[in-house]
């Protein structure tokens, strides 16, 4: 029995594969909005493969080995390739060698959480996770192609847009995992209504409200080091050593 539910997360992390190949075979015959979609459902498929296995206690060595293999797939060469064809492929080398900085620092944010797993604690993450930098991509392409803003984007813009997602998954900084939330649990009244506000927004304008929140994502972690700095500034011209 226990093989038999060892198979439900590899299941959902091969949909994840599916999708993220899918993107790439979109992103070459020119369907940028629709590589961007299959980028979108690859992270919900990722984010189920991971909770299932903690929920029946199916997790291995095997499965995340596979999880890190299909993240660089769907995470990594999927919208680097999906941003170099849409708007970075005219401009040769500094095009290519901006995806190709992003793919290396996705891998080898991967790489550094498996290493680390066990270390880190549940509420966090370090460094800006691969899915929500290919998430940014991909809402960033679904954002641009929405307003009709592609023709009025500089691709330099898009460049250091690369760069910044490239250096902050391979940074220090916090960012909250959401592991520990449980549906499960009872919440006050208001939280529901707020939740079912939250939603019937983002359903109405999908295209802006993904962009808007994975740019609150992307930079809650570069605010949270700010303020933890300005919180601990008088320490550090005291000469004292704060606390861990």
């Known amino acids: 029995m226990n093989k038999k539910i060892k198979l ?3 299941i959902f992390t091969t949909g994840n594969i599916f999708f993220g190949f899918y993107s790439i075979i979109a992103a070459i015959h020119g369907d940028y909005t629709r590589s961007a979609v299959a980028i979108l459902i690859a992270i919900i498929f990722d984010a189920l493969d991971g909770r299932i296995a903690r929920m029946t206690r199916s997790t291995s060595d095997f499965g995340m080995e596979y999880d890190s293999l299909a993240d660089v797939i769907s995470f990594g060469m999927a919208p680097g390739l999906l941003i170099y064809l ?3 492929k005219p401009y ?6 901006a995806v190709f900085l992003f793919i290396i620092c996705g891998a080898l944010r991967l790489a550094r959480f498996n290493v680390h797993v066990s270390e880190e604690k549940n509420n966090h993450f370090i460094g800006l996770p691969i899915p929500a930098a ?16 592609t023709s009025h984007i500089n691709p330099m813009i898009v460049v250091l847009f690369v760069y910044i997602l490239s250096f902050l998954m391979v940074s220090n900084l916090k960012y909250k995992s959401f592991k520990s939330f449980e549906l499960r649990k009872k919440r006050p009244f208001s939280i529901i209504v707020f ?3 939250f939603l019937w927004v983002v359903v109405t304008i999908p295209e802006v409200m993904m962009f808007l929140m994975g740019c609150i994502y992307t930079l809650s972690g570069p605010v949270e080091r700010f303020l933890a700095y300005k919180r601990l500034e008088p320490l550090f011209k005291l000469g004292k050593k704060p606390k861990e």
């Open 134 to 149: 290919a998430g940014m991509i991909a809402s960033y392409v679904i954002f641009c192609n929405h307003i009709a803003f």
């Open 8 to 10: 439900l997360p590899s």
């Open 195 to 197: 939740t079912i506000l």
């Open 92 to 97: 040769g080398r500094i095009g290519w060698l």
């Open 86 to 88: 849409w708007m970075l």
